[in-house]
């Protein structure tokens, strides 16, 4: 077990590298003594976008904290994924204390890119630090004219060194990527501080001034270093989890296993369905909080296009228990950005004449955006009456969580505001932990 300043006990961390692969004395620790402390509930959590292991276990800190109080009776264990990704510094954390980083990021005039960023960039990329320089020197300098987005959208596009698709990951069992950088860099600039602007920040535009370009490129660069994590997300869930949780029931076959997953975890944990060996039920509940992948992803069938299949389809059936998905309107990075951005990727044609917000969040959203779409039978629900209960016990449920995830700066908003205790509730709630 890992760390003494833990708000519950026993907990133990599992790390996994960029290929799924498994930190061998973490996992053979875990096998071996979850049994040992007699856990009947183990509670499984993936963070989303962090930047190093003390920010992912700060996390888990928190929000396991209510869980002793709320079932005092149950034998639950816990488990912290640690995996590697990272957040700019720039995204305020409800209910975290405002760091030294953030607020330094917060000091830097404009979209440049301040150093705690650079180095996290640098650990996502590795062997870019050229690219990496003439991004941040172009933030810095923001040259005039056309010419400039267009070099560094190339220079992004050179960063992250990933092949241009047509497929859009989430809704086709392609693990490919679709690149939200592709195609006219400076168009994709212009909308994006667009938003930025519409969502008033970073930075205001002064009367009747058109939005700062510049503003988008560091989006464009945002956007581009998320694709890399929402792919890394899925690798780490389907080769990683996936396996381990077979192991488990193997080692521990007593042993009830809950997912939970934040933005990216979200998509951590559900990949984790589709890596988990043939005949395994040890899987009782999941839930996404704020989940960060497309909202079709279990979709058998999309609408207007029934040949196709999300990565995930019908691997909701894999859970002896129900899949619940909790969605908040106040998540600027999902319901603006992420549908932007998704949009830009692929073949936007069917959007003509359509409102373009609504337009956006129907094709392109995202499961922490609206919950799971094109599912039949999906249970619809708000938090109260979630809590109220009971929530069934198989199939797909939309939470609408706004009611507690509703607070956030730009740009994500309220992305990462989930350290409530009524969410908490809703994960006992979905396991069935008493």
Not at 25 to 53: C, I, K, M, S, Y
Request: with cysteine; hydrophobic share 45%.
């Amino acid at each position: 077990m890992a760390d003494p300043g833990m708000s519950v006990t026993p907990y133990w961390e599992l790390t996994f590298d960029t290929d799924g692969d498994v930190d061998g004395p973490e996992r053979d620790r875990l096998l071996t003594q979850v049994t040992d402390h007699g856990v009947r509930d183990l509670v499984v959590f993936a963070h989303g976008w962090n930047n190093d292991r003390s920010g992912a276990t700060a996390l888990y800190r928190a929000f396991f904290a209510p869980f002793p109080g709320l079932a005092p009776e149950a034998r639950i264990g816990y488990v912290g994924v640690i995996w590697p990704s990272m957040r700019f510094c720039d995204e305020p954390i409800p209910d975290f204390p405002r760091s030294v980083a953030a607020a330094a990021a917060q000091a830097v005039p404009g979209p440049a890119l301040d150093k705690d960023t650079r180095r996290a960039l640098l650990d996502v990329f590795p062997g870019r630090a050229t690219v990496l320089d003439q991004l941040a020197r172009m933030l810095d300098e923001q040259p005039a004219g056309d010419a400039g987005p267009a070099e560094f959208g190339r220079l992004v596009r050179l960063l992250a060194d990933s092949p241009r698709t047509a497929a859009v990951g989430d809704t086709t069992d392609d693990e490919g990527e679709p690149l939200v950088f592709g195609g006219d860099a400076g168009a994709a600039c212009a909308e994006f501080a667009g938003a930025l602007a519409g969502l008033g920040a970073p930075r205001e535009p002064a009367g009747f001034a058109l939005p700062n370009p510049w503003d988008g490129a560091k989006e464009l660069l945002r956007q581009a270093t998320y694709y890399t994590m929402k792919k890394r997300a899925g690798t780490v869930g389907e080769r990683g989890l996936g396996p381990f949780l077979g192991r488990l029931a193997a080692a521990a076959p007593g042993v009830r296993v809950h997912l939970v997953g934040h933005s990216f975890g979200g998509r951590l944990v559900s990949f984790g369905l589709r890596g988990l060996p043939g005949g395994v039920r040890t899987v009782k509940s999941v839930t996404l909080l704020q989940g960060a992948f497309s909202h079709y992803a279990f979709a058998a069938r999309l609408p207007g296009a029934a040949d196709t299949a999300g990565a995930l389809a019908d691997r909701h059936k894999r859970i002896d228990g129900p899949l619940v998905c909790c969605h908040s309107r106040f998540d600027a990075a999902l319901g603006t950005f992420y549908p932007l951005a998704s949009r830009m990727s692929g073949d936007d044609r069917s959007l003509a004449g359509f409102d373009l917000g609504r337009a956006l969040g129907a094709r392109w959203g995202a499961m922490g955006h609206d919950g799971v779409q094109a599912v039949p039978g999906t249970a619809v629900h708000d938090l109260a009456a979630a809590l109220r209960g009971p929530l069934p016990a198989s199939g797909c449920v939309n939470v609408d969580a706004a009611a507690v995830v509703c607070r956030g700066g730009g740009p994500a908003g309220a992305h990462s505001d989930i350290l409530h205790p009524e969410l908490a509730r809703l994960v006992l709630a979905a396991g069935r932990i008493r």
